[in-house]
């Protein structure tokens, strides 16, 4: 069974450009949820997705924004970068309760 | 106060050697804890579940204290592989559904 995967493994964008991040679940999961890890940190949550909805967010700004599709696939979007948006991007998808995460995507903002 | 609190380490010991880690969690209402192990630059990886009987799975043994809010793992015979990120997660139902929450982590490194 194919575990969480995220596109692309690594992503550089200069400062204020807009950068999106895909993450697909595993097969039968329908929640998704997204995590920030940045350089020496816990991982932070930023958004849930579940069933096509936006179920609760984290303390972000609303640059930080997203959606998931029918499929249950889910994308990240960040606008307007800030170079402290470098970070691991996580995805992971639910199960009863525990999470499985992807290998992440790495955003560096230059 | 934050809601999960880990103490970052490192813990240095020698192969072989026995570790415990605790972590603290604020929230009384939690309901599931787990414990994750990350690799250096790598994504979490779920390590075991913990139980309020308390749970082993080879080497890895965890505990649930309700009543002073702490989960401990203890890791018996340590490897060289045993290095890595520990994490603690504690699980509570909000408005908005099902939050877990992550420590910080605390860092093991086993050595020769």
Redesign the interface.
């Known amino acids: 069974e194919a575990g969480v995967t995220q596109s692309p493994t690594h992503l550089i964008k200069t400062r204020g450009q807009q950068a999106t991040l895909r993450c697909s679940p595993i097969s039968g999961h329908t929640s998704v949820?997204w995590?920030q890890q940045a350089l020496g940190?816990?991982?932070q949550?930023l958004l849930?997705y579940?069933e096509g909805e936006e179920?609760?967010r984290g303390n972000f700004p609303p640059r930080f924004s997203g959606r998931q599709f029918p499929n249950y696939s889910s994308e990240l979007n960040v606008n307007a970068l800030e170079l402290e948006d470098s970070a691991?991007y996580?995805c992971a998808s639910?199960g009863a309760?525990?999470?499985?995460?992807?290998?992440?995507t790495?955003l560096t903002v230059t | 106060r934050k809601e999960v609190e880990q103490d970052p380490g490192p813990f240095n010991v020698p192969e072989g050697a026995t570790v415990a880690f605790n972590c603290t969690y604020s929230n009384s209402a939690s309901?599931?804890f787990?414990w994750y192990r990350q690799d250096c630059?790598?994504?979490?990886?779920?390590l075991m579940?913990v139980y309020s009987s308390g749970n082993e799975d080879g080497r890895f043994t965890a505990q649930l204290n309700r009543a002073s809010q702490y989960i401990s793992l203890l890791i018996r015979d340590s490897k060289l592989s045993d290095s890595a990120t520990y994490?603690c997660v504690a699980?509570g139902v909000?408005g908005?559904?099902?939050?877990?929450?992550?420590?910080?982590?605390t860092q093991l490194k086993v050595e020769l």
Do not use: H
């Open positions: 949820y995590y940190l816990g991982l949550f849930w579940d179920r609760n691991l996580l639910t309760y525990e999470q499985y995460f992807g290998p992440g790495r | 309901q599931s787990f630059r790598k994504e979490p990886k779920l579940s994490l699980v909000t908005g559904g099902n939050k877990l929450t992550f420590g910080t982590g």
